[in-house]
């Protein structure tokens, strides 16, 4: 019984590092590599002026959690916080910190002067 037990135990590792090798980590997404995109168009001339964010998650492979923005001064009154919630002076974090699944894009719009949004911190969650 315990023989057995080891002998599951290799074979489940031996399965799981040849999935690992022969899946590679080059087709996975690095942190450098695949990093989210904030982009920003401007939709409504004025004043203020309007603005539409999308924020893609670029990894084909994986979700990315925990995405974090430097936002500069960037209101909560302005966005929802399920999208965008505004933790401290240039800290943000999209979808509450939740995943963003492959090639997912969250858009939302503001109205005011543009705020410089970039991405500061993600992970990926490659399995
Ligand atoms: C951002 O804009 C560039 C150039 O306009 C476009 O190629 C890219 O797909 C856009 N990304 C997102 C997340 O919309
Ligand atoms: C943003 O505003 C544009 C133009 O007013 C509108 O077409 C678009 O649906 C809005 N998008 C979101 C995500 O609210």
Not at 65 to 72: F, P
Request: charged share 10%; aromatic share 10%.
């Amino acid at each position: 019984m315990q023989a057995q037990t080891a002998y599951k135990f290799i074979l489940w590792t031996l399965v799981t590092l040849s999935s690992l090798t022969s899946q590679g980590w080059a087709v996975k997404c690095a942190a450098g590599d695949h990093a989210p995109t904030v982009n920003q168009t401007q939709v409504g001339v004025g004043s203020p002026p309007k603005f539409l964010v999308e924020i893609r998650n670029n990894c084909p492979m994986c979700p990315v959690i925990n995405v974090h923005l430097k936002c500069g001064n960037f209101p909560q009154a302005l966005v929802n916080p399920r999208l965008l919630k505004v933790l401290g002076s240039d800290d943000c974090v999209v979808n509450a910190g939740l995943p963003l699944q492959p090639l997912q894009k969250l858009s939302f719009n503001y109205s005011h002067n543009k705020f410089l949004l970039r991405p500061a911190i993600w992970y990926f969650q490659c399995e």
